[in-house]
């Protein structure tokens, strides 16, 4: 055999044993904090980011919370997976969220527009360095059910990392 021909015979071979792959196919398209590009996102993925479980020290988990990426019908973009907790911390409002935004702009992460939901009125949010992700702290009214009783000096919040599968989170 020639050098040239066993040459093509090798490269032949690399191609189509990279082709096949061990498993076949090619490997999943990731975004830049590991999350698949090329399917639904689930909670237990955003979950095992770390960012996923940031909370203020001290804070008590009231409940665990986050839902799977899910395709509405008639939506363009699917309702994003999240994932993170319902909390209680032993602060005020304000040194809260003044610790979120300290944690998370050394991060690297800017901040977003935050949109109130409902029992919530007030809150942040904080877009990851370019990608898809957003960490979004939103506090409850005082006696609000989604924290139950909040003792004296504490409040409740929930904090959560979305996963915007399409075109990111909202604009700031």
Same mark, same amino acid.
């Not at 770390?50 to 973009?77: F, I, M, N, T, W």
């Not at 904080?126 to 990608?131: E, I, R, V």
């Given at each position: ?29 990731? !975004?830049? =904090?590991?999350?698949?590009? /090329?399917?639904?996102? @689930?909670?237990?993925?955003? %979950? +095992?980011?770390?960012?996923?479980? #940031? ?38 409002? !304000?040194? =809260?969220?003044?610790?979120? /935004?300290?944690?998370? @702009?050394?991060?690297?992460? %800017? +901040?977003?527009?935050?949109?109130? #939901? ?55």
């Amino acid at each position: 055999m020639t050098r040239g021909a066993l040459s093509l015979l090798l490269c032949v071979a690399v191609t189509a044993a990279a082709g096949a792959g061990c498993g076949g196919g090619t490997a999943p398209r990731l !975004d830049k =904090l590991g999350l698949p590009l /090329d399917r639904p996102v @689930t909670q237990q993925e955003v %979950r +095992r980011l770390p960012d996923a479980s #940031l909370r203020y020290p001290g804070s008590a988990v009231v409940r665990v919370v986050g839902s799977d990426e899910r395709k509405q019908v008639g939506e363009h973009e699917p309702d994003p997976a999240f994932a993170g907790a319902v909390a209680i911390a032993p602060v005020s409002v !304000d040194v =809260l969220l003044a610790w979120y /935004d300290h944690q998370l @702009t050394a991060r690297g992460y %800017r +901040r977003a527009t935050y949109y109130k #939901l409902a029992g919530q009125p007030t809150g942040r949010a904080w877009t990851a360095p370019g990608n898809r992700e957003q960490v979004q702290v939103g506090v409850y009214a005082a006696g609000s059910a989604a924290t139950g009783p909040v003792p004296a000096g504490h409040v409740g919040y929930e904090a959560i990392l979305v996963n915007y599968r399409a075109t990111g989170p909202p604009p700031p």
